[in-house]
């Protein structure tokens, strides 16, 4: 089971802890809880100058600590049209090692990685260029 919950600008570690303090003590093994910074946009950015260039905005635009309402504005996300599909494409072309430059994701990714072992499935090593 994989949960995310956004940070909202608090720290990440103890948001994780509170989420992971209130899930039953007995499932917690099969459990991932990824917690973002501020919000997912922080991870999408990451690589804000992978970003800026798929998007056409400057990459300094994107390296603020909420990217959140400038990703939003560059893919013209508003309440009817939440882009959706083109997020999912902007984040399959991403590369993902770029991501683990951020703490909060390479603690998900660590978590992914560890309990897809454990589980016996595939999950590519992304830090090794897998």
Same mark, same amino acid.
């Given at each position: 089971m994989v949960f995310l919950t956004d940070g909202d600008g608090a720290d990440w570690r103890e948001v994780q802890? @509170? /989420?992971? +303090?209130?899930f039953p003590n007995e499932r917690l093994f099969m *459990?991932?809880?990824?917690? =973002?910074?501020? @919000?997912? /946009?922080?991870?999408?950015?990451?690589? +804000?100058?992978?970003?800026?260039q798929k998007l056409g905005v +400057? *990459?300094? !635009?994107?390296?603020?600590?909420? =990217?959140?309402?400038?990703? !939003?504005? *560059?893919?013209?996300v508003n309440r009817d049209e939440k882009k959706e599909e083109e997020i999912e494409d902007l984040v399959h072309a991403t590369p993902l090692r770029t991501w683990l430059r951020n703490p909060s994701f390479e603690d998900f990714?660590? %978590?992914?990685?560890?309990?897809? %072992? %454990?589980?016996?499935?595939?999950? =590519? @090593?992304?830090? !090794?260029?897998?």
């Open positions: 802890r @509170n /989420e992971r +303090a209130s *459990a991932v809880h990824g917690v =973002p910074d501020r @919000n997912v /946009e922080c991870w999408i950015c990451s690589d +804000a100058d992978f970003i800026s +400057a *990459a300094d !635009e994107l390296r603020v600590t909420d =990217p959140k309402g400038r990703l !939003e504005s *560059a893919l013209k990714y660590g %978590q992914v990685r560890s309990l897809s %072992q %454990q589980l016996g499935c595939r999950v =590519p @090593n992304i830090r !090794e260029g897998g």
